[in-house]
């Protein structure tokens, strides 16, 4: 009960389930009721449905499908399904081996009970712009994998979102796999956050794919998220920092150039500039450890 005696309504609208069996049979589901969606590990839309920011007609349950759940690799690249639970990517061998900064990433995702349910897919399908994962899939270089009635295609994860929630994915489509590049040698992903609890969405995050040459950053890669409606390429900035190094006012001023700064519950825009300014320096001096 509210404090004026009204009611908070913390139920979702009625809808519909279904439990699809390949990933044809979601498709057909989805293509032939174009109000219902995909249920993966149900994290982030069972909340937004209890809070009635959403009504689907229908959930499709996907998180059944088999050939969602591989993680595989061929030759330079790694595949992770979209079904497969961040706690899955966490612990499973290839992505030890090959991609072990994902498992940092992950870390930083919420807490245990939301990763053994959350999926790889779900988060980056979902768009959180505060989310980790977008981010780290725009600055990896991966592409994002859909499959619809027309048959499979694939997207760069820079071209892959489109504003606040909003991505490349049609009505008919599911988000099948993401393909990851295996980094080179002299190449690194670096990240970090500010936030306000470990576990917390980031109050401002940066994700950065470095390649070095000679001792030098030869190529940088800056991504931002929880700073704007999605997460953003800061590719002046980058430039700035290959000519010139860090210096706090100028970085601040280029990056203010080329991101769009939005407030949110936990900061507003002038505070999301400031950190993205500071994190790009840390990123940088984690560079030199
Ligand atoms: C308390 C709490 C804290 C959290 N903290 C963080 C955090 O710090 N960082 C972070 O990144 N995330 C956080 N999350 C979100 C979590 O990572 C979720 O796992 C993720 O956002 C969604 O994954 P899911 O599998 O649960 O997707 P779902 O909730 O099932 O789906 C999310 C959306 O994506 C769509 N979708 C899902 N899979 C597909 C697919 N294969 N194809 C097409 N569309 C699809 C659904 O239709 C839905 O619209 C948090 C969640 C909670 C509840």
Redesign the pocket.
């Known amino acids: 009960m509210g404090k004026g005696g009204e009611e908070f309504i913390m139920k979702s609208p009625d809808f519909c389930y279904y439990e699809a069996l390949s990933i044809e049979d979601a498709i057909k589901f989805k293509s032939n009721d174009l109000e219902s969606?995909?249920?993966?590990?149900?994290?982030?839309?069972?909340?937004a449905l209890n809070m009635r920011l959403s009504s689907p007609s229908c959930l499709i349950d996907?998180s059944k499908i088999k050939e969602?759940k591989n993680i595989t690799k061929d030759n330079d690249f790694i595949y992770i399904g979209?079904?497969v639970t961040?706690s899955e990517v966490m612990q499973n061998k290839i992505i030890i081996d090959h991609l072990p900064v994902l498992i940092d990433v992950l870390d930083?995702?919420?807490?245990p009970a939301?990763r053994n349910?959350?999926?790889h897919?779900?988060?980056i399908?979902?768009g959180?712009p505060?989310?980790?994962?977008p981010a780290f899939a725009v600055a990896a270089n991966a592409e994002i994998i859909l499959m619809g009635l027309n048959g499979i295609r694939t997207i760069q994860a820079s071209d892959f979102y489109h504003g606040l929630f909003e991505t490349d994915?049609q009505n008919d489509e599911?988000?099948?796999s993401i393909k990851y590049p295996i980094l080179k040698d002299n190449q690194k992903i670096l990240f970090d956050e500010i936030y306000r609890r470990h576990?917390?969405?980031?109050m401002a995050g940066v994700v950065a794919n470095i390649e070095i040459l000679n001792n030098e950053i030869n190529n940088l890669k800056l991504v931002f998220f929880a700073t704007g409606t999605k997460p953003e390429v800061a590719l002046k900035t980058s430039e700035l920092i290959i000519k010139d190094g860090y210096d706090y006012s100028n970085v601040k001023n280029m990056i203010k150039t080329e991101l769009d700064f939005e407030s949110d519950l936990n900061s507003n825009a002038e505070m999301k500039l400031h950190l993205a300014t500071i994190l790009t320096n840390k990123i940088l001096k984690l560079m030199e450890t």
């Not at 930083?108 to 807490?111: G, Q």
């Not at 505060?130 to 994962?133: F, M, Q, S, V, Y």
């Open positions: 969606v995909i249920l993966a590990g149900g994290q982030s839309l069972v909340p996907i969602l979209s079904a961040h930083m995702v919420a807490h939301i349910k959350g999926t897919g779900g988060s399908a979902y959180d505060a989310a980790e994962l994915i599911i988000l099948t576990g917390d969405y980031a």
